[in-house]
């Protein structure tokens, strides 16, 4: 499934790591738009003239909130989380439930290079060069019978190595969810490192879901449970704040938080006087999942 979508990113346009650490510009012809492009078995997707942000950037600013409500939290506390072994439960309206060993699955997926917007509801955003895997084909390897129309998520849920849930945040553990379209839109992946490494832990190692045109939260960390369901699962800030997150949570400048706009962003590293920029409808990535949605009305279905 790499390669389904129009090339639209050349093998120069990719940014070698040592530029992107020293936090150098990308190198110039990225078109407009978000497409993929399959450049020897690793495909890209970036919208028009971004920079990934540095390492630092995007290990030690993030919520994680198994590890606390800090953002700078989860670098501190998650290198505590045990991540091997680690294994995935896939059940529910599926042909071939099991409890899939992470090396198992990693031996029959093909890892990508994907340049991704991110942007949280809290509105802040930063760029991230993902590595990991389309989730249509770990779908496909369990076997999705014909009655699933939802895909729920799960985070690993384990009290001794996780000093966030001894507080009342959320309900844990944490759980999320996708329309099955969604799910299996190529755009989304699971990913399982950054910028060529590992992913660290407190981004959500080994394993954790990347759906760019939503706010970050939807993109679930460290998952260990993928359930395959004909109604609409759970959702963790959903059943917390149903007034301020709806189950789609797509990014939309157009509906605002009950608390804050959410028509412009900060740019995580822009500096003390960058100032907001507007925040594109779905992220950025209208052109490719606009059509998931054109038959609801986005305020309503936010």
């Not at 989304?188 to 060529?196: D, L, R, S």
């Not at 995580?268 to 998931?292: D, H, I, K, Q």
Request: aromatic share 12%; hydrophobic share 40%.
């Amino acid at each position: 499934m790499a390669n389904r979508w129009k090339n639209r990113l050349r093998e120069r346009d990719a940014t070698p790591e040592s530029v992107y650490l020293n936090r150098r510009k990308l190198i110039a012809g990225a078109v407009a738009g978000a497409g993929l492009a399959g450049i020897g078995g690793h495909a890209r997707a970036m919208p028009e003239g971004l920079e990934p942000n540095p390492w630092e950037d995007i290990t030690e600013y993030n919520n994680f909130y198994e590890f606390g409500t800090d953002k700078r939290d989860p670098q501190k506390y998650a290198g505590q989380m045990t991540t091997e072994p680690w294994t995935v439960k896939i059940d529910g309206l599926v042909d071939r439930p099991a409890d899939y060993a992470f090396e198992d699955i990693m031996a029959k997926m093909t890892v990508e290079e994907r340049i991704y917007r991110l942007r949280c509801v809290e509105a802040w955003s930063m760029v991230v060069p993902w590595n990991g895997f389309e989730l249509a084909d770990l779908l496909e390897l369990a076997g999705v019978q014909s009655a699933a129309r939802y895909v729920a998520f799960e985070t690993l849920y384990r009290p001794e190595e996780m000093p966030g849930v001894r507080y009342p945040v959320l309900e844990w553990p944490y759980v999320e969810g996708l329309r099955l379209d969604e799910a299996t839109h190529p755009l989304t992946i699971m990913a399982t490192g950054i910028y060529g490494k590992d992913i660290p832990n407190q981004n959500g190692a080994p394993l954790r879901l990347v759906v760019p045109w939503k706010y970050g939260f939807k993109s679930i960390k460290s998952v260990v449970r993928i359930t395959l369901t004909d109604t609409q699962p759970p959702t963790s800030w959903n059943r917390a704040a149903p007034n301020e997150y709806g189950f789609y949570s797509n990014v939309n400048p157009e509906v605002d938080h009950p608390r804050w706009s959410q028509a412009t962003e900060r740019v995580v590293g822009g500096g003390l006087f960058a100032g907001r920029v507007p925040t594109p409808m779905f992220n950025g990535y209208a052109e490719e999942v606009a059509g998931l949605y054109e038959m609801m009305d986005l305020k309503k279905n936010f």
